[in-house]
T-cell receptor, first 110, second 114 residues
């Protein structure tokens, strides 16, 4: 079963704009991870945030985690055409099993 | 590092045939995962190995599916006999080293069962 659920399902933005997507989950977690998948490719790990962290940055990525609301957000700033991909959140509740959401498909228009 | 290697990248077979998917994890990683991705069900964990031992195979759909990890550098996922509903992209991922919580995915095998 999918623990994480992303919102929105799809997002279309202009190059240079910011993209924000959200993830909600149901049970307590050790950490939450975001992955990117380009069409026809495998998943690429973007960022991991632990349950005792509230915010994390990596380049143009910013992730927040609110464990009281069981939710996380991923912000991509100054988007580029190369950011066009599907983005998945994955929750780690028991040290090995990642539960993936259905993903948000992001299209960046030139 | 070459990353996780999977073969074949594409497989087309007929219903009833045996299919074997292969995976070489990243050297030094001690955990290996097999996932299946479909439009309907998304990404599902099929089986998890730690130090070559299967720890959790609760995601394996049925007895037609089996997975082995004879050594730290090789794993197989076998489907026998295959059915059209097995059509999906199968991913292998490995984990270990200093970033022990991060799973590194291979490029996947796209399986089509006719």
């Amino acid at each position: 079963s999918q623990q994480g659920e992303e919102d929105p399902q799809a997002l279309s933005i202009q190059e240079g704009e910011n993209a924000t997507m959200n993830c909600s989950y149901k049970t307590s977690i050790n950490n939450l991870q975001w992955y990117r998948q380009n069409s026809g490719r495998g998943l690429v790990h973007l960022i991991l945030i632990r349950s005792n962290e509230r915010e994390k940055h990596s380049g143009r990525l910013r992730v927040t985690l609110d464990t009281s609301k069981k939710s996380s957000s991923l912000l991509i700033t100054a988007s580029r055409a190369a950011d066009t991909a599907s983005y998945f959140c994955a929750t780690d509740a028991n040290d090995y099993k990642l539960s993936f959401g259905a993903g948000t498909t992001v299209t960046v228009r030139a | 590092d070459a990353g996780v290697i999977q073969s074949p990248r594409h497989e087309v077979t007929e219903m009833g045939q045996e299919v074997t998917l292969r995976c070489k994890p990243i050297s030094g990683h001690n955990s290996l995962f097999w996932y299946r991705q479909t439009m309907m069900r998304g990404l599902e964990l099929l089986i998890y190995f730690n130090n070559n031992v299967p720890i959790d195979d609760s995601g394996m759909p049925e007895d037609r599916f089996s997975a082995k990890m004879p050594n730290a550098s090789f794993s197989t996922l076998k489907i026998q006999p295959s059915e059209p509903r097995d059509s999906a992209v199968y991913f292998c991922a490995s984990r270990g080293g200093t970033e022990r919580d991060t799973q590194y995915f291979g490029p996947g095998t796209r399986l089509t069962v006719l």
